[in-house]
């Protein structure tokens, strides 16, 4: 029921789709059944870079690299505020055309996989096929092979047979406290369904590789807890970030600062809290800047300060 594959010695012809799992996916597609392949990795490849100079494509708006699409056309696509750019033929620092796109993105795995099974039917689950082409219940339910970036895709069909999680690191590196157990959760339900999983990785010893293919629910459930309660995360803590957004680095700097004050003088002492006073995010122009809170009840702070809170534009609070 579960194959774990050791990346770091399996036979891969295209990146990701090792000898194993290329068989187990021509089997099950003999056998009518449908394969379900997890790859948490928006785009074709991931970002562009000049190899003359090292310039590395970022979008205007926001601190984040441009991600390379291919489908339906070639562009650069900033996944948080969606702003786009036709590909670019040469760099804009040093005008070299040594452009080169670097990592690995689902879209790639899509047409690798169109290349191996010419004659079967790939269709791509994610928001980018979601926005620019819509998904239609057809195509899905037709699909030999399902591709997805996202666990949360709750893909209601019952002849799935096969789940495979291209590279679990994948799915780890979201940064939730949280991820592990919807990883866990995920390939339980899929089991339980009686779907075979196949997980490639490239550290199979791990303890979460280890709790799921033993079945060892009770250790992967006190291995958690007891991370959550080192690290002060619910259930055992509230956890509340508070995000303060605006174009004007002084101005966050400034609400964050009389928030802070206003916070400790009023918290309890089993209340903690803290914020990086150098880490600012940009997204759609917009910087941001969080203070977090953590404790065994937070109700009766954030609601004596909630007045304060709410009263500032760009002021948001996200329980988590
Ligand atoms: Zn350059
Ligand atoms: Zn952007």
């Avoid at 003359?52 to 900033?78: N, R, W």
């Avoid at 096929?129 to 996202?150: D, N, W, Y």
């Avoid at 809170?309 to 988590?320: A, D, H, M, Q, T």
Wanted: aromatic share 10%; charged share 30%; with cysteine.
């Amino acid at each position: 029921m579960f194959t774990i594959i050791d990346l770091n010695y399996a036979r891969c012809p295209l990146p990701f789709l090792s000898n194993e799992l290329t068989e187990k996916i021509s089997e099950t597609v003999a056998k009518g059944k449908k394969s379900l392949l997890f790859f948490n990795r928006r785009g074709s490849a991931r970002t562009l870079i000049c190899r003359d100079c090292g310039y590395q494509f970022f979008c205007e708006h926001c601190d984040l690299a441009m991600i390379v699409h291919t489908s339906p056309t070639q562009k650069l696509l900033c996944h948080h505020c969606s702003m786009e750019y036709p590909m670019p033929h040469s760099c804009p620092k040093c005008h070299g055309t040594n452009l080169n796109s670097v990592g690995f993105g689902i879209q790639k795995v899509e047409e690798n996989l169109e290349k191996l099974f010419p004659n079967i039917r790939v269709a791509r689950i994610d928001s980018d096929k979601k926005r620019s082409e819509g998904i239609q219940f057809q195509e899905i339910s037709e699909a030999q092979i399902l591709l997805s970036t996202e666990l949360g895709n709750t893909i209601a069909l019952d002849d799935i047979e096969l789940v495979v999680f291209l590279l679990l690191e994948s799915e780890i590196a979201v940064p939730e406290y949280d991820i592990e157990e919807k990883i866990y959760t995920n390939i339980v339900y899929n089991a339980r369904k009686g779907s075979d999983i196949f997980i490639q990785t490239f550290a199979p010893k791990s303890d979460l590789v280890r709790n799921i293919t033993e079945w060892n629910y009770r250790d992967f459930l006190i291995h958690t807890l007891e991370e959550r309660k080192t690290f002060s995360y619910p259930p055992y803590k509230e956890l509340v970030h508070i995000w303060v957004r605006d174009q004007n680095k002084e101005r966050i700097k400034d609400i964050i600062y009389k928030l802070k004050n206003k916070l400790e003088t009023l918290k309890t002492s089993d209340i903690e809290l803290y914020f990086d006073k150098e880490l600012f995010t940009k997204r759609n122009n917009e910087y941001g800047q969080k203070i977090v809170l953590k404790g065994g009840n937070l109700s009766p702070l954030l609601e004596t300060i909630e007045k304060e809170i709410f009263r500032n534009r760009g002021v948001s609070l996200e329980r988590k």
